[in-house]
């Protein structure tokens, strides 16, 4: 009787066991993984921080260019991220904007400055400038809006839309 019992403690064993990594590659394989998605968020992490410590620049020193180092802010993450994304860069203060944007040729985008919606035929990397009427700035991509609230002083925003693996990417911040 003691060579049952240690014979089936054995099998228990051997099927707790079989049943451990069948579960477990069962997990492995099942998870899904996106490394661009990590990528972008990295990215997103650093625009962040490098709009942080632009703008504890401009609040320490006497910065008389803010518009155009806020430009080349955006244009070299413009040229970074990849000319296959949409991606829009949005500074001003509450009464001027600028738009520095790269657009793919399939996109719609409007823009609605507080006087009603202006469709942007650009495509490719270009830059525009707005007077608001308003606090608020609205982008309409691809049917989805966007809104945007300047407040006094110097503002930026960030909007970025990319297909990856037949899905739809948008980051905002």
């Known amino acids: ?16 066991a079989l049943a451990s990594v069948f579960v477990g590659l069962v997990t492995l394989r099942n998870s899904s993984s996106y490394p661009h998605v990590s990528n972008i968020v990295n990215e997103k992490d650093e625009i962040n921080t490098e709009i942080s410590y632009l703008f504890d620049y401009f609040s320490n020193e006497q910065v008389s260019n803010q518009n155009e180092i806020l430009g080349n802010f955006s244009n070299n ?4 991220l990849g000319k296959n994304k949409d991606i829009l860069f949005m500074f001003g203060n509450g009464t001027s904007l600028e738009l520095f ?3 793919l040729n399939s996109t719609s985008l409007l823009i609605d400055n507080g006087s009603g919606d202006e469709e ?22 691809d049917g989805n ?4 609230k300047f407040y ?10 990319y297909d990856y693996n037949n899905q739809t990417f948008v980051i905002k911040g």
Do not use: C, P, R, W
């Open 120 to 141: 942007v035929t650009d495509y490719g990397a270009f830059n525009k400038s707005y007077t608001l009427s308003n606090s608020t700035f609205n982008v309409t991509l």
């Open 152 to 161: 006094e002083g110097q503002n930026l925003y960030y909007l970025m839309k």
């Open 77 to 80: 993450y413009i040229q970074k």
């Open 145 to 148: 809006l966007y809104l945007f």
């Open 101 to 103: 944007a790269n657009k």
């Open 1 to 16: 009787m003691k060579t049952k019992n240690k014979k089936g403690q054995f099998y228990f064993l051997a099927v707790i």
